[in-house]
């Protein structure tokens, strides 16, 4: 299950990086080398800049809950002190 969530995770980084990039600088809208013109009479000039940061923010919230999961998936990884013997009793230690 944690592989899965670590996939999810990094396709979740590879996307928003792409949506960061393809983000005019000043907001304008979408930048011209990834077809900002076919964006434009898609979305309108407006539409397509709230678009992308609506996608932004979905994304950037997908990996924080993703992160949330896969640390509760992980767990803390802290070995058990006290083994159990399978008759429900502790194991006895050795007298030095």
Do not use: H, R
């Amino acid at each position: 299950m944690l592989n899965l969530v670590s996939i999810l995770i990094a396709i979740d980084c590879v996307l928003l990086m792409l949506v960061v990039l393809i983000q005019n600088p000043k907001g304008g809208g979408v930048d011209s080398t990834f077809g900002g013109a076919s964006a434009t009479q898609m979305f309108g000039a407006a539409g397509s800049a709230d678009f992308i940061e609506k996608t932004t923010w979905y994304l950037a919230a997908a990996l924080f809950i993703l992160c949330i999961v896969a640390v509760f998936i992980a767990g803390t990884g802290a070995p058990d002190l006290t083994p159990i013997v399978p008759d429900g009793t502790t194991t006895p230690t050795p007298a030095q």
